[in-house]
């Protein structure tokens, strides 16, 4: 008989593509990993990985179970949710964020304080794949830049932020600076979406677009002159402070950018996640510094 056990080995190994690194993440041992495997494939009475050299990859009936599964186990762990559900929040809190969120530790220091019975983790990404994340219920909810939303998205505003251009020290003009490689995160976030915006209404094409997986490199590039980027100006105020970084004001329709917190709407609201929208709308309200 199939268990819910078998579903999430069988999603491990789909999302990582070998019984290798599905057993390492599940501590399990890898001829358990295979059997579950196998045992699945005969009650399901198909294939469900093609086997290669380079791991396995889903058959198209694997891709169909993949589908069911997550909406399987996601239903689960509503359930359990629900059912243990108590006054004090407690138990798993997964929350994304977009990296430029600079006041976010005053918020989880204060829920963190408060709740310490809940385990919280925090994962960064851009704005686009942090709401897929939420719609597809691999997290609780997401700091993302507002954009338009996904009918099944609820959003809290948390605050609002002004964009700035930044280049090195030596660089004086607007109009030098559109000349200069563009340093960003990938496709998908919202301070790249907003002066690739500014860039098409100035007809202007950048000489080079770079991407960087971390806000930090982004910022020592642009110190020691790689090129410009656009992020919040609370998040290089020290650089400005020490003369590394200058900012350039662009008008408020492309700098002006709010920051909200997402989360599904259909889903049950537990103690934690709504004790996390009420630090939320505390820190809003200035109660928390």
């Not at 709401?131 to 219920?137: A, M, R, S």
């Not at 559109?178 to 907003?194: Q, V, W």
């Not at 200058?246 to 008008?251: A, D, F, T, V």
């Not at 259909?266 to 004790?275: A, F």
Request: one cysteine or more; hydrophobic letters at 40%; a negative charge.
């Amino acid at each position: 008989m199939m268990e819910f056990k078998d579903l999430e080995i069988f999603q491990v190994v789909a999302e990582t593509g070998t019984v290798t690194a599905a057993a390492r993440e599940l501590k399990y041992v890898q001829s358990n990993i295979t059997a579950r495997i196998q045992k699945l494939e005969m009650e399901m009475n198909t294939q469900l990985f093609n086997r290669h050299n380079r791991g396995m990859t889903l058959t198209p009936e694997g891709k169909k179970l993949l589908v069911y599964s997550e909406k399987i186990l996601s239903l689960t762990n509503e359930m359990k949710k629900v059912v243990q559900s108590k006054a004090e929040p407690a138990g798993k809190l997964e929350i994304g964020t977009v990296e430029t969120v600079i006041q976010l530790p005053y918020i989880l220091s204060a829920y963190n304080k408060k709740y310490e019975k809940v385990d919280m983790s925090l994962f960064s990404g851009v704005t686009y794949q942090l709401q897929e994340d939420v719609l597809n219920h691999k997290l609780d909810g997401a700091f993302v830049t507002e954009t338009e939303l996904h009918p099944d998205l609820v959003a809290h505003e948390v605050f609002n932020e002004e964009l700035v251009l930044i280049s090195d020290g030596t660089t004086t003009s607007l109009e030098a600076l559109k000349t200069k490689p563009f340093l960003c995160f990938s496709k998908g976030c919202g301070y790249r979406a907003r002066l690739e915006k500014w860039y098409a209404d100035e007809n202007v094409n950048p000489q080079k677009v770079m991407e960087f997986g971390t806000l930090e490199t982004i910022l020592s590039s642009v110190v020691v002159g790689l090129g410009v980027t656009f992020v919040p100006k609370a998040a290089v105020s020290r650089l400005v402070e020490k003369g590394l970084v200058q900012c350039h004001k662009l008008p408020e329709e492309y700098s002006k950018i709010n920051t909200i917190f997402i989360r599904r709407a259909d889903t049950y609201v537990t103690s934690t996640i709504e004790k996390f929208i009420e630090t939320i709308e505390d820190f809003r309200m200035g109660a928390i510094e």
